[in-house]
C-alpha cells in the first residue's frame, strides 16, 4: 500500500516535470500579450538538442543547458514574427510546430547515421539524493528526480517576479494593456521580445526532462503533445504559473494513476485507462474552474500609435 | 507603382512569395547540411510527378487534408481555433471502420450511411467542443486537445477489439467493398475494363496502381460549398458575424451560444468527413494501432493558414502540402537528405504566411507613397 502510494507520488513528479516546464513558458509569454502555440515545437527541439549535447559530451546538466537555448531559439522566431513584424501568432506558432519538430529530425538523422532516433544516453539527469542505492522500495520512490525540484523552484520564482517585482508589473502590464505601458516608458517590444525568449528556453528545459530523464534517448515520438497539454495547462491554470503547476500536477496524477492502477489488476482495458488524465481534465473543467480570462491584450500585436 | 501595391494586396501573392521563401530556406538547410539543393527539389518534384501513378497518389493523399483544412479554415473564419481536427478525423475514421464492417448493405445505401456517420461523428466531437465552450465558458483549444487524445485511446480501443480486429496484423478488418469509394472499382478487374484500358498506359497505370476515388471531387466540392455557405449565405454571415465582434454580434441579436456550437458542428463534420474519405477511399480501408498522431488533422492547420483561411485556397494549399509529403519520401530515397526538409518548408511557409500582413503593410505604404508622388 505505502509502496504503491509512493509510487504514484514519484511518477506524478516525474511526469509533471516536462508539462510543467512547458507551461510556465506557456504562462511568460502570454502574460507578457504573446500566445505561444509554439511550445510544443520548441519543447521538441529541446528534447534533441539536450539528448545531442548529453550524448557527446556525456553531461546531462550541459544537455539541458543546451536544450533551453535550442528552444529560445526557436523562440526567436516567434518573436520576431509576433513583435517585430505583428504576425498572427496563432499561425506563427503552428508554424514553429512544423520547423522544431523538423530540425529536430534532420539533425538526428544526420548525427545519429540517419536513424530518426538517438542513441541512449549514458548519464540522465541527477535524483534528489543522488544514486543511493537503496533496497527499501518507499525509499526509492521518494528520491525524485532533480526536474521535480528544478520545476517548484521556477514556479516560485515566476510566480515571484510576476507578482512581487516591478518587472513582473511590467510583463502583466504589457499584457493587459501596452499602451499604457508604453505611455509609462516601458518598452513593450524589449519585454514582449524577452518574455517570448523566456518561455523558448523553459519549454525547450521540459522537452530536455523528457530526453534526459525519463526516455534518455530521443524519438519521435519523444515530445508527442506534451506541448499541447502544457498549453491547456496554461489556460486551465488561467494564466498564473501556480495555476500551471497546479493543472499540470493534476494531470501527472492521473497519468500515474494509470500506470499505477494499469497491469492487469483490474478489469479497464489499458487504452480506456489511458483516457483517465483527459477525462478528468474536462470534468474537473466543468465541475470547478468554468471561464478562464485571458490577459486583455494576449495574442493583439502592439502597434504604436494604434487606437 | 499603384499596380505594384494592388498586386502585393492579392492573397495569392503573399502565399506565392511565402512558398518561395520556403524554398530558399529549405535550400540554405540543404545546402548547409551538405546536400545539393537542386538535386533534392528535383527529386521532390519527380516524385509528386514523374509518373502518371505518381499524380494519383498525391491527389488521394491531398483530398483528407484539404478536408481537415477546410474544418480549420471555416472556424477559424468564426473566430474559433479548431486544434481537435485531428481527434474528429479519428472518431469518424472509427466510425466508419465499424459500420462498413458491420452493415451488410448494397453500395448506394452504404456509401451515403458511411459518409453522414462519419459526419455526424466528427460533428459530435466538435459539437461537444462548442458546447462546453458556449454553456461552460471553456476554452476550445483545451477541450480539443483532450478530445484528441481520448479520441486517439479510443481508437487503439477499438482497434484490439476482438470482433473487429484482424488476427495478425495491427489493424481492424478492412470495411466492405460496398463502402469504398473509388472509381469503377469493378470495371477495372473485369476483364472489359482491362481491355479497355491496356490501349490507355498512363490512365492503366493509374487506374490499376493507385486508389483513384472520389476524394479529391468531394474535397473541391466542399470548398465551394463552405465558401458559398460563409460568404453568400445569412447563416454564413451570422457566424462571421460572430467571429468579428461577439458583442456586437449578440447586440444585433445573434444567439452567440448556439452561433459557436453551429459552426464547431460543421468544423467538425468536415473533419469527419476526411476520416470518412480516407478509409473509404484508399488501402487499407481499415484503422490501425496508433503509436502517434497521423497528423492528417495537424496538418490541416496547416494547409488552413497556408490558404489564409480561404476555403477554395485550401485546395491548392492541400494539394502542395499533400504533394510535398509525398514526394518528400523521393528526396530521401534519391539524393539521401532527411525527408524532414518537408517539414521544415511547409513550416517556413506557413510561417512566412503569418508575416503576410507584413506585404499589405508594405503595399500600403508603396500606395501612399504613389500618392504623395502623384501629388
Known amino acids: 500500500m505505502l509502496n504503491n502510494l509512493t509510487l504514484l507520488i514519484s511518477i506524478t513528479f516525474m511526469y509533471s516535470a516536462p508539462l510543467i516546464f512547458g507551461a510556465l513558458g506557456g504562462v511568460t509569454s502570454e502574460r507578457a500579450g504573446v500566445v505561444n502555440i509554439g511550445i510544443e515545437g520548441m519543447m521538441n527541439i529541446g528534447a534533441f538538442a539536450g539528448t545531442a549535447v548529453c550524448y557527446f559530451t556525456g553531461n546531462p546538466w550541459l544537455g539541458f543547458l543546451a536544450a533551453g537555448l535550442a528552444g529560445g531559439l526557436l523562440a526567436l522566431l ?32 544526420m548525427f545519429f547515421e540517419g536513424a530518426t532516433m538517438s542513441k541512449p544516453i549514458a548519464n540522465k ?59 509609462l516608458g516601458i518598452s513593450v517590444t524589449r519585454v514582449r521580445y524577452l518574455c517570448v525568449l523566456l518561455s523558448g528556453v523553459f519549454a525547450g528545459f521540459g522537452g530536455s526532462c ?36 497546479g493543472a499540470c500536477l493534476l494531470f501527472g496524477f492521473a497519468q500515474a494513476l494509470t500506470v499505477v492502477l494499469g497491469g492487469g489488476k483490474f478489469a479497464v482495458p489499458s487504452e480506456i485507462l489511458a483516457m483517465l488524465p483527459y477525462v478528468l481534465t474536462i470534468l474537473v473543467l466543468i465541475l470547478f474552474v468554468g471561464r478562464a480570462v485571458a490577459p486583455k491584450e494576449d495574442g493583439i500585436p502592439y502597434e504604436k500609435g494604434a487606437r | 507603382m499603384r499596380l505594384t501595391a494592388k498586386i502585393l494586396k492579392k492573397p495569392i501573392t503573399s502565399a506565392l512569395i511565402a512558398i518561395v521563401c520556403g524554398f530558399l530556406v529549405a535550400a540554405v538547410v540543404l545546402a548547409a547540411a551538405g546536400y545539393n539543393p537542386w538535386q533534392a527539389f528535383g527529386a521532390l518534384f519527380s516524385g509528386m510527378f514523374a509518373r502518371p501513378k505518381y499524380i494519383s497518389n498525391v491527389l488521394i493523399k491531398a483530398a483528407p487534408i484539404i478536408l481537415t483544412g477546410l474544418s480549420v479554415a471555416f472556424a477559424y473564419k468564426t473566430s474559433l481555433f479548431n486544434i481537435g481536427a485531428e481527434g474528429q478525423y479519428i472518431v469518424s475514421a472509427i466510425v466508419v471502420t465499424l459500420l462498413g464492417i458491420r452493415l451488410n448493405l448494397p453500395a448506394p445505401l452504404l456509401i451515403p450511411v458511411l459518409l453522414a456517420a462519419g459526419m455526424l461523428a466528427g460533428g459530435v466531437w466538435g459539437g461537444l467542443v462548442g458546447l462546453l465552450k458556449a454553456k461552460y465558458g471553456i476554452h476550445e483549444v483545451i477541450t480539443s486537445i483532450m478530445l484528441n487524445w481520448i479520441a486517439f485511446y479510443l481508437s487503439n480501443y477499438i482497434v484490439n477489439l476482438p470482433a473487429f480486429h484482424q488476427p495478425d496484423s495491427t489493424g481492424t478488418y478492412p470495411i466492405r467493398e460496398s463502402g469504398y469509394i473509388m472509381l469503377l472499382p469493378n470495371w477495372k478487374r473485369s476483364p472489359q475494363g482491362m481491355a479497355a484500358l491496356s490501349r490507355i498506359p498512363w490512365l492503366r497505370e493509374v487506374m490499376m496502381r493507385t ?60 473533419s469527419g468527413l476526411a476520416g470518412c474519405v480516407a478509409i473509404m477511399g484508399a488501402a487499407p480501408h481499415n484503422i490501425s494501432t496508433l503509436a502517434a498522431f497521423e497528423n492528417n488533422g495537424f ?31 523521393t528526396v530521401q530515397a534519391d539524393v539521401g537528405a532527411p525527408s524532414e526538409i518537408i517539414n521544415i518548408m511547409m513550416g517556413t511557409i506557413v510561417f512566412f504566411m503569418a508575416l503576410s500582413k507584413l506585404i499589405s503593410t508594405l503595399a500600403d505604404r508603396l500606395a501612399k507613397g504613389s500618392a504623395l508622388h502623384a501629388e
Open chain 2, 299 to 329: 496538418n490541416g492547420l496547416s494547409v488552413a493558414f497556408i490558404a489564409g483561411g480561404s476555403p477554395v485556397g485550401c485546395i491548392f494549399a492541400g494539394l502542395l502540402f499533400g504533394g510535398f509529403l509525398y514526394g518528400g519520401q
Open chain 1, 210 to 245: 523528457m530526453t534526459l530523464d525519463i526516455i534518455t534517448q530521443y524519438t519521435p515520438t519523444a515530445i508527442s503533445g506534451q506541448g499541447f497539454i502544457a498549453l491547456a495547462a496554461v489556460i486551465f491554470g488561467k494564466w498564473t504559473p501556480q495555476g500551471a503547476y
Open chain 1, 78 to 109: 516567434h518573436a520576431v514574427a509576433a513583435v517585430t513584424c505583428r504576425a498572427d501568432q496563432t499561425i506563427s506558432g503552428i508554424a514553429l510546430n512544423l520547423i522544431g519538430p523538423g530540425f529536430a529530425l534532420f539533425f538526428c538523422r
Open chain 2, 211 to 270: 486508389d483513384v476515388n472520389f476524394g479529391i471531387l468531394i474535397a473541391v466540392f466542399m470548398a465551394v460549398l463552405v465558401g458559398f455557405v460563409l460568404y453568400r449565405t445569412a447563416k454564413g454571415f451570422e457566424l462571421r458575424a460572430v467571429g468579428f465582434n461577439r458583442d456586437a454580434a449578440q447586440f444585433a441579436g445573434i444567439d452567440v451560444g448556439r452561433s459557436l456550437l453551429e459552426s464547431m458542428l460543421i468544423s467538425g463534420a468536415l
Open chain 1, 125 to 183: 539527469l541527477p535524483k534528489i539524493f543522488g544514486n543511493l542505492a537503496t533496497q527499501n522500495a518507499v525509499a526509492k520512490n521518494l528520491n525524485l528526480d532533480i526536474t521535480a525540484v528544478l520545476a517548484v523552484a521556477l514556479t516560485v520564482l515566476l510566480w515571484f517576479v510576476l507578482y512581487k517585482t516591478k518587472w513582473g508589473l511590467r510583463i502583466r502590464s504589457v499584457g493587459e494593456h501596452p499602451a499604457a505601458a508604453d505611455s
